[in-house]
């Protein structure tokens, strides 16, 4: 039997790029199981993530950064294979096009609640803020690839056979009162499904000694100590001096460091504020909705096997 990469090559010459794209926790994996890929290498960042004894396990960024490369080396020996990303960036897609590549892109479109929720349901549960703004930045790209591959681009709705329908019912109605109303109804979700936040918090490790000093150092410096993103700046801003000289850098530099962090929060809340608006924006917007026409898996299977041989 022929191989089908064998029959990739000699029916265009060109290599193949399946790119399964869409946001977080909207069922990328899913879709390509039920998909004839399995003759492809696949590039994931959960091969690394999940892998415990890989060093990349629970490290999202690394991980991410290590498929890059994989990918990179996979287009300079002209390797046709499946890329299970975001599709955040659309030059990352262009590139391939540019190096010779035929692209296939599969769009996983799920509501932004679906996403959210089925986030913070698995192990590995990305920080709210990145959840939404990486929705808002994928599927704000649709036209753009429609653009870009023409048919080459299948739409997948995934509802997740119903089982988040009233979340979505629930947040639809939040929109409906702008930012506010979604900041308020995520914070009654996530006080009653107690989500507290990223599985891939990295707390500060101390030693005893550290510890003591750092108890020490803040007796008289006014921060949240609930806030573990608060105690975090606070504890690396001691630690930074103490390392070095073995005391820690006094009450002004530390409250600095908290007056910084905050600063920088605030920056970032107004920034989500914005995501969030523009998330609603979206929701309900005729000309958004329209790109959304989708195939079901059966008709995308069939493309995919077309576009391959």
Known sequence: ??????????????????????????GKSYLLNQLNLSTLDQFNPDKYVEDPEHPYYNKL?????????DVAAAAKEKTSFVWDTTASNPSKVKNLLDQGYDVYMIMVYAHPMISYASN???NRALPAVAVFKTWRNVYQLIGQYRDML????????????????????????AAEKGVAGIKDYLKVYNEKNNIEGSSFFSPVVMSKEEEDAFNQAVVDVDYDKSSRSEDKAVKQAFLKTFKNNG????????????????EKKEKLEFQNDEVIENIAEMLFSAEFQELLKHSDVKEIDKKVQAFLA
Do not use: C
């Not at 089908?4 to 977080?24: H, R, Y």
């Not at 960024?61 to 490369?69: D, F, H, L, W």
């Not at 005391?247 to 905050?262: E, M």
């Open 1 to 26: 039997m022929i191989e089908l990469l064998s029959l990739i090559t000699e029916q265009t010459g060109n290599p193949k790029a399946v790119v399964m794209a869409g946001g977080g926790g909207v």
């Open 61 to 69: 960024g690394p991980a991410s950064i290590q498929v890059g490369k």
């Open 120 to 122: 913070f349901s698995r």
């Open 150 to 173: 023409g048919d080459n681009l299948s739409i997948f709705v995934s509802d997740r056979g119903g089982k988040y329908n009233k979340e979505i019912e629930d947040f639809n109605k």
């Open 247 to 262: 005391v820690g850098p006094g009450d002004d530099k530390l409250r600095d460091a908290v007056k910084k962090y905050r």
